[in-house]
C-alpha cells in the first residue's frame, strides 16, 4: 500500500440536498482494482477515461438469468438486445452462450450478421426498416416483428411479390398498471388494434404469423406489470389458437428488467428496491403455465432483456482535472468524463468509487465533466472524499446503453477494454482520433484555402 497521503484539516460548510435515511455521512471503500487488474495499471496503459467491460461479470450475469427462466419453464430463449450495447466483442459473449440477436435498425441488422448469427435467429424489431432491410431479413428468414399497419402492408405486398411465405410477428402494446403507458410501438391490445392485425396477418397466404412479441418499458420495478403482459399476450394466443387453428410457436416479453443502478431522486438505493430475475420469472412463467396450454403447444418464451444483463458488468475509469470552489462556497470536482460518455448520469446517480486510499473526510460536492458547456453535469451533489488534481475514480454499472448513446461533442470517445475470465485486458474498442472524425468530412475546393 503506497504513503497515506496528508490532509489539511477542513471546515465542512453544509450543504442542502437528498440526504438518505443514514445521513449526509456515507462510508466508502476505494476500488483498485477490477476482476483482479489493478485500476491504476489499465489506465496507465489505455488512458483516462476508459471503459472497462469485466466478461466474467457478464457471462456471470447471463448464465444467473437463463436459470431463473429455464428452471420454472421448459423452452426459453434469450435475444441481446444489440442498442444496449453493440460492440462486437460484447455480443459475441452472449452470442457464446447462446443467445440470439434482436435488433431495431438496418445497421445493428447487419452487425449481427457480420457477427455470424444465423438470420433465423435475428428478431428484427423497432419502427424503422427500409423497403431494403425488410428484403434482407425476407431473405434470410429473419423474423419481421410488426410496428405498424403500414408496415404490415408494405411486408404483405413484398411477400406476395417475392412469392415468399414471410415470417412476422406482432408487437403488442398494452395497459399494464404502469404509466405512461408505451403505447407509441406496436399495436394496441385493450382497442383490438393488436387483434385486427392479428386477423390480417393469419388471413394472408403470404404471412406466417410466428410469435406475439411486446417490451412494455424499461427499468420496469413493478413485477406485476409482466404478469398482466403475459396474460394478454397468452388471452391472444389462446384466441388465435381458437379462431384460426393456429399455435404460436413464441411468446416474446421484450426486456425492462431493472439493473441495481439508483434512479435519481430515488429515496432508497436501486439494489435495495429492485426485483430479482427470479422475480420476474416467476411472474411471467407461472402466467403462461398455468394458461391452459395444451403441453406440445406451450410457445417458447422469448426474453430480450437488456439493461439487467450489462450494467454491472461494466465500468468508467477517470481522473480528476481539477477542483475549485464555487462561488456559494461548495466544493466543485471537474472530472475527465461527463455527459459526452456518460449519457446514463441522465437519469441516474451511478456509484462512484474512488480508486485510491484517501482519509476520513469526505464534503458534499458538484461533480463536472469536461466539457466547455453548462449542461455538463456528471452529479449535482454528492458526497466523496475529498479528491485532488490526479486522483482516479470508478464509476460503477455503466455497461447498458452509455457505449451506444455516447456522443462524439468536444472529446473524442475513448477506448472500451474486456478483461477476459483469466485476467487479460484486451481492447475492444480504439479510441477515437481526430482521423476518425475527419474520414467523413470533405473540403469544397473553393474553401481549401485563405489568407489571415
Ligand atoms: C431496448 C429494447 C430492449 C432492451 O430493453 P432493456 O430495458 O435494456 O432491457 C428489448 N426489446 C426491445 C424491443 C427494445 O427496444
New binding site residues.
Partial sequence: MSKIIYERPVITKLNTGISNKFGTRTEYTPVTDIDGVSVKSIIKEHGSPCFVISEKQLRKNIRSAQRAFKTRYPKVQFAW?Y??NYINAVCNVFHQEGIWA?V?SGFEYQKAIQNGVPGNKILF??PDKTTEELKTAMENNSVI?LDHFDELFEVSAMAEERKQKTRVAI?VNMDTGVYPMWDR?GFNYENGQAWNCINKVMANEWLDLTGL?C?I????LAVSAYSIAASKLCDLAVNIKSQWNKSIEYLDM????ASANSLKGSYLQGADIIPTIDEYAEAITSVILNYGFKQNELPLLIL??????IDDAGYLLGSVLATKRLSDGRRATIMDFGVNILFTAFWYNHKISPAQEFSHHTEDMVLYGPLCMNIDVVRESITLPLLSKGDNVVVHRVG??NMTQWMQFIQMRPRVVMIDEKGEVHIIRERETIQTLEQLESMPKHLSSFEL
Fill in positions: 438486445s442498442k444496449t434482436e431495431v424489431n423497432g416483428h408487437r410501438f412479441h417490451h418499458g424499461t427499468y420496469m421484450g426486456g425492462g428488467f430480450e432483456t437488456g439493461r439487467a444483463m447498458a446503453y
